[in-house]
């Protein structure tokens, strides 16, 4: 039988078949996040972005246990930057610019140390990990059609950071069809009003791109569904 749950959410309580959702992890990545990478480099408080640590973290557990399709994303590009349009790489500081040194490696470069996923939310055994090149996570990835083969209808978004990454892909993701759910404690914004905004945008209009609810509202939905 379908398991189908009910989530209190803006604007009304949104309906999910969790045998057709996913969970989608946007960039919890090192660089982004960690004291010491290059989002704190560029003077920003990565404090903010850690916050989201243990909402993700919960959520991910509870999407395990539920069985639901698991996907993380991180940002980045290929070492020879043959993925990385030249006015993307164009952008910031000399000294600041796509696989330019950083921190913790070159900056935005796959398989560099700060292009990993933190600790707390590593990836399992048998997750898909989205490398995407953009902001959104269906530009130029497989991401649609792994969702395609697994009978994806649904989406809980969460990660980094509110109004850049995340909007990206929940405005991607809404034009394809899915219905997307943003966990809002588990999303940050180097700038707080932002991440406000970012969110109010989702649900604005009757719920112009989706849903949104805090994890304390979609924890006690997931939990029923898990495995005994």
């Known amino acids: 039988m379908p398991r189908i749950a009910t989530v209190p959410a803006e604007p009304g309580p949104l309906t999910l078949d969790l045998d057709a959702t996913a969970l989608v992890i946007i960039d919890m990545q090192r660089d982004f996040l960690e004291p010491g990478g290059f989002g704190e480099s560029l003077g920003n408080d990565v404090s903010l972005l850690a916050a989201a640590v243990p909402p ?3 959520l991910l557990a509870a999407a395990r246990s539920a069985g639901l399709m698991i996907v993380h994303t991180r940002e980045g590009h290929l070492p020879d930057l043959s993925d990385a349009p030249p006015a993307k790489v164009a952008r910031g500081a000399p000294s600041a610019r796509i696989g330019a040194p950083g921190p913790m490696g070159r900056i935005l470069i796959r398989g560099e140390a700060g292009h990993g996923i933190v600790r707390d939310l590593a990836p399992a055994p048998g997750e898909i990990v989205i490398d995407k090149p953009g902001k959104g996570a269906f530009y130029a990835t497989d991401l649609g059609a792994q ?10 978004v969460c990660g980094v950071t509110t109004e850049v ?3 990206t892909t929940v405005r991607e993701a809404n034009d394809r069809g899915y219905r997307c759910l943003v966990v809002s ?3 940050g914004s180097y700038i707080p009003a932002f991440h406000e905004a970012g969110l109010a945008m989702i649900v604005a209009q009757g719920g112009i791109f989706g849903w949104v609810a805090p994890s304390d ?9 898990a495995s005994p």
């Open 56 to 58: 993700c973290r919960a």
């Open 147 to 156: 969702l395609a083969d697994k009978g994806i209808a649904s989406l809980i």
């Open 165 to 167: 990454c995340v909007h």
């Open 185 to 187: 404690d588990a999303c």
């Open 217 to 225: 509202a979609v924890l006690p939905v997931l939990a029923p569904a």
